[in-house]
């Protein structure tokens, strides 16, 4: 099973765990036998786009942040091998902003929450609407974000299921496109643990307790990782890797089990498919 994560948060988002500090992450994943793992927390913006409140650091915290993984680097580095990084979000004009946090990072993974709309206001998934031409417009965003050549990662590529009620044929016209370009880039796509952990975990809910129905109804709300999302990429030549989205204390230590909902969500024949890489 994989043992490295590349999708790891901090309390400096505003919505992960306050209590829990860069160096609670680092012990859990050594406990679970975690080799190799970055923090990747939602970038800082130079300007402010994104005017939500507790969704990502201020653009003053990075010192504050890429400081304290890099002692905690050096700090464990006879037991586990720490990157700092950032999870960005491409906007058109953002380029050189962007490319300024890849230079201060070992890594950068794209996470597309959103796009601009045609009068340049956020459409944020999960929260918006989405009509076929905004929808194409995600698809591109990440072809974008690709051809900048800082991008080591595409975060939960199925996201855009978060403003959707089914899947029909503009979400099966998007899923080809973002695969072919994580083919031509070669970017691996992450299966995200993320909304798992939400629907089904968090509440300090004990899902082991729970009956088949409770279970099969909490799974019902997981809108990503989607089962046909997966089933169209692993007829691709692309690379695949899990991703803890980790935000709250014992995310990191209930990974066995979010491994094996994630693999029933998407389906053992489909799973056996995808080429799932053993590190960066």
Not at 68 to 90: A, D, M, P, Q, V
Not at 230 to 242: C, E, F, H, M, R
Request: proline fraction near 2%; charge should be negative.
């Amino acid at each position: 099973m994989q043992k490295f994560n590349y999708h790891t948060h901090t309390y400096r988002c505003g919505h992960a765990d306050y209590n829990q500090s860069d160096e609670d992450y680092i012990l859990e994943y050594i406990k679970m036998g975690f080799k190799d793992i970055a923090f990747t927390d939602h970038a800082p913006e130079k300007v402010k786009i994104d005017k939500r409140t507790n969704m990502r650091m201020n653009y003053q915290e990075r010192e504050d942040y890429l400081s304290s993984i890099k002692h905690l680097k050096e700090k464990y580095k006879e037991n586990i091998n720490i990157k700092t990084g950032y999870e960005i979000e491409y906007l058109p004009g953002e380029e050189e902003n962007l490319k300024e946090l890849k230079n201060e990072t070992d890594i950068l993974i794209l996470g597309q929450h959103f796009i601009y709309d045609d009068n340049k206001n956020l459409k944020i998934f999960g929260r918006n609407e989405f009509n076929n031409d905004e929808l194409i417009r995600y698809a591109n965003y990440i072809d974008e974000a690709f051809k900048l050549g800082i991008v080591s990662i595409l975060a939960h590529p199925d996201i855009f299921m978060l403003s959707m009620n089914n899947f029909e044929d503009i979400e099966e016209k998007i899923t080809h496109m973002i695969c072919k370009s994580a083919e031509k880039y070669n970017i691996p796509l992450e299966i995200n643990f993320g909304n798992i952990y939400g629907r089904v975990f968090l509440w300090n809910r004990n899902y082991d307790s729970l009956t088949l129905e409770e279970k099969n109804e909490l799974l019902s709300r997981v809108r990503y990782p989607n089962r046909r999302f997966w089933q169209i990429a692993s007829n691709y030549d692309i690379k695949v890797l899990y991703g803890i989205d980790a935000h709250f204390k014992g995310q990191i230590l209930s990974y066995d089990k979010l491994v094996n909902i994630a693999n029933d969500i998407i389906g053992k024949d489909t799973i056996d498919k995808l080429n799932f890489i053993d590190k960066l």
